[in-house]
């Protein structure tokens, strides 16, 4: 964890995310388009918040991002894939099927 995410920030969680080039998949690029820097998205499949750093303490543990069908839950700080932790320890597979499974949900 970075010194300052320790002290300040909002990501946590019970697993670390495996691998941060993970987060730069294909299947990722694709839901990046959506603007999640600043505007978020959200659909019967997933939600992408942005980082939150006001000082609601309601909004700052709010996960960065949701695959609702398994509540699976992704915590980043600041930047996407930056000191990235989740709520399920899943291998990269199962991520890269997730992040597929996101980016047919937008297609539709």
Known sequence: MELGN???GNSRGEFEFPDRKLGYSEAWRVLANV????DGYDNEVFTIRPYYLGEDETQAVLPNFVYKPTGFEIQWYKH???DTYMNQDLSESQILYIFKECEESIKE
């Open 6 to 8: 320790m002290m300040f």
């Open 35 to 38: 603007d999640i820097e600043y």
């Open 80 to 82: 996407a894939f930056r």
